[in-house]
């Protein structure tokens, strides 16, 4: 089954705890890309990936972190978690770059900075 | 800067059409409008693109006004599971560099 799969799904984590949420997706997709989502501001890119070690910011990248170096996967890491990350996490994936419109999101990662 | 406006929520009768508007009245010559939805803490789900004729696909229709200033997204047959979050993005197709950006959206609540 063609999918992007996210883990962890939950995450409770305390300030300043380095983690990694991982992204993989199936469908040997060129694009992926990192959101996020808060009550009442919509989605927020965070980061995307136009190819393999190919990387670059969105809207909100401060105080994250991504890689690029397999084509499946696209891991968000924190380096130093802090509460105003608290939120829900998307990882998408796309066929290629100019196809982007069309992503296909993952089912979400709720993370909970203490 | 908010580059679409939607209406917050909407309500609509199972079975009727809903008729999602949204206004983008800055938009650009080469830029596309996008419908996303989003169920209740799924992933967002692309649903149609268009730039100035209208579209059809097997999930809805797009309609764009001819000065291309809003857009109307219709679901001709709702039912219970199209309930979400629906999503209208502005943005050049081929602009790699430009980021998605979503803004709040327009809650549909189809209602038996």
């Known amino acids: 089954e063609a999918q992007v799969t996210q883990n962890p799904r939950y995450l409770i984590t305390v300030t300043g705890k380095k983690l990694t949420v991982t992204c993989s997706q199936n469908?040997?997709?060129?694009?992926m890309s990192w959101y996020r989502q808060d009550p009442g501001l919509g989605l927020r890119q965070i980061y995307y990936?136009?190819?393999?070690?190919?990387?670059d910011k969105g809207d909100v990248p401060e105080g994250y972190k991504v890689s690029r170096k397999e084509k499946r996967n696209f891991p968000l890491i924190l380096e130093s978690p802090s509460p105003n990350q608290t939120s829900l996490y998307f990882c998408a994936s796309a066929l290629t770059p100019g196809r982007a419109y069309e992503q296909y999101f993952g089912p979400g990662t709720r993370l909970t900075v203490t | 800067d908010a580059k679409t406006t939607q209406p917050t929520s909407m309500d609509c009768a199972e079975g009727r059409a809903a008729n999602l508007p949204c206004n983008h009245s800055?938009?650009?010559?080469?830029?596309?409008v996008y419908w996303y939805r989003q169920i209740h803490s799924q992933g967002p789900q692309y649903i149609i693109h268009?730039?100035?004729n209208n579209e059809t696909n097997e999930m809805a229709s797009l309609i764009i006004t001819e000065d291309r200033k809003s857009s109307t997204l219709i679901l001709p047959h709702a039912t219970l599971r199209d309930t979400a979050v629906y999503y209208c993005?502005?943005?050049?197709?081929?602009?790699?560099?430009?980021?998605?950006?979503f803004g709040p959206g327009t809650r549909l609540s189809v209602l038996p």
């Open positions: 800055t938009i650009s010559g080469n830029e596309y």
């Open positions: 993005i502005v943005r050049p197709r081929d602009n790699y560099g430009q980021n998605f950006v």
């Open positions: 990936s136009m190819n393999v070690e190919v990387t």
């Open positions: 268009g730039l100035k």
């Open positions: 469908m040997n997709h060129e694009y």
